[in-house]
């Protein structure tokens, strides 16, 4: 018995390290695709769609997606290296710089939706690989109109981000915390707003925000309450059920979700990293 449990503690160490290891090998780069395709899904906003909201192949981040939110008309802009139509001239400090405080290299603001209040959470290394990530993309020639804005956007949204470290992928709630904040925003889309512009974040989860549908700009969608209620949260719904509507849009019932949620990109999230997610939605306190 006892040799039995030394086999097992050892398999165990060695998966750990393994684990580990592998993401130490991980090159920013790839760190980067991974995070841009998945996770973070920023071709939702930046990448064109069809008629069916599925992304257009070749024109990845190459923006143009246009819909309407209570403080804007939002044109997700063009993120390709395209040095006359996209950011092909902000260097890799810039890029970071844009996606944690919200400064273009020009100095001007960036609005809404882009998530400020969780993008300055990034971590040094996330931040680094996703403008690595995107400056070795292929250029792509697309002007799009710009964003416009029905409010005083906000000199700043507080002090240059300075350090921030990533929580350690072994504690799954906290890393799953990460990954729908800073990284996957998913916080900021289901929690209820307390003021104008002002996430309440005593209902942390709640849901009840709305939202453009891709497929219909006349139609509207609300974010639905996310925390462990089991009466109007995902309180009764399985760890499977969860990880099928988040990476298919099939809800337990089988009624599909639109594709404002952005499950075609996280359809190719780890099975780790869906596993911290999953883990920390059920750690959110339920909320009616």
Not at 14 to 30: C, D, K, M, Q
Request: charged share 20%; with cysteine; hydrophobic share 40%.
């Amino acid at each position: 018995m006892r040799a039995r449990h030394a086999i097992r503690y050892a398999l165990t160490a060695i998966i750990a390290v393994g684990t580990i290891g592998t993401a130490a090998a991980e090159s920013l780069r790839e760190r980067g695709a991974y995070l841009v395709n998945t996770i973070a899904a920023c071709g939702n906003c930046h990448t064109p769609k069809d008629a069916a909201g599925r992304a257009t192949a070749g024109r990845e981040l190459s923006g143009g997606v246009e819909f309407d939110i209570p403080p804007a008309h939002v044109v997700g802009p063009n993120i390709t290296p395209d040095p006359a139509t996209g950011i092909g001239r902000w260097s890799e400090a810039q890029i970071v710089t844009a996606l944690r405080d919200g400064k273009r290299p020009d100095g001007t603001i960036i609005g809404p939706p882009m998530p400020f209040e969780f993008y300055r959470q990034l971590s040094d290394r996330d931040a680094a690989a996703i403008a690595a990530y995107l400056r070795g993309l292929k250029a792509i020639r697309h002007a799009v109109a710009r964003t416009q804005y029905r409010i005083q956007l906000p000199t700043a949204y507080g002090p240059p981000v300075d350090q921030v470290d990533e929580p350690p992928r072994t504690d799954r709630i906290a890393y799953g915390a990460y990954l729908a904040g800073p990284v996957g925003h998913c916080i900021e889309c289901h929690t209820p707003f307390a003021g104008p512009g002002q996430l309440d974040m005593s209902r942390l989860g709640a849901g009840g925000r709305e939202f453009p549908v891709f497929t219909d700009p006349a139609a509207q969608t609300v974010s639905r309450n996310i925390t462990a209620d089991p009466e109007h949260g995902l309180g009764k719904w399985s760890d499977a059920q969860l990880k099928r509507a988040i990476t298919a849009g099939i809800r337990p019932d089988g009624t599909r979700l639109v594709r404002t949620m952005a499950f075609d990109w996280y359809a190719k999230i780890a099975p780790a990293d869906l596993d911290a997610l999953v883990a920390y939605l059920r750690s959110l306190k339920p909320a009616k």
